[in-house]
């Protein structure tokens, strides 16, 4: 059974980095895509970034040019860099895998929160 396990999160100051982790395990396939979400409670959880198996990136506005994503595919890990942090950037954040099994199948996978809690 997949299992996607966050680490990394915490307090931070504003201003400050954090780097977030996201490992798989239980999987002997590359995910086509792995990727960050972020919810802040009463509001609709929201991507903050997405990479494909081919390094491919894909970033919210608010968080482009201060967030990095990667991957490392041999370890199924995905990571999340960011920098130059916000209060507003105080939310749960999440990680998700999807695997694409063929026209209109694919399994998700979502970890199960680190919270991110940036001071001003």
């Known amino acids: 059974q997949v299992q996607l396990v966050e680490s990394g999160g915490g307090l931070v100051q504003a201003g400050g980095s954090l780097r977030l982790s996201c490992a798989a395990s239980?999987?002997?396939?590359?995910?086509?895509?792995m990727a960050w979400y972020r919810q802040v409670p009463g509001k609709q959880r929201e991507l903050v970034a997405d990479?494909?198996?081919?390094?491919?990136?894909v970033y919210a506005d608010s968080m482009a040019g201060r967030f990095t994503i990667s991957r490392d595919n041999p370890k199924n890990t995905v990571y999340l860099q960011m920098s130059s942090l916000k209060p507003e950037d105080t939310a749960v954040y999440s990680c998700?895998?999807?695997?694409?099994?063929?026209?209109?199948?694919?399994?998700?996978?979502w970890g199960q929160g680190t919270q991110v809690t940036v001071s001003s």
């Open positions: 239980g999987s002997r396939f590359i995910f086509n895509n």
């Open positions: 990479i494909s198996n081919d390094g491919t990136t």
């Open positions: 998700f895998a999807l695997r694409v099994l063929g026209i209109g199948r694919r399994s998700e996978y």
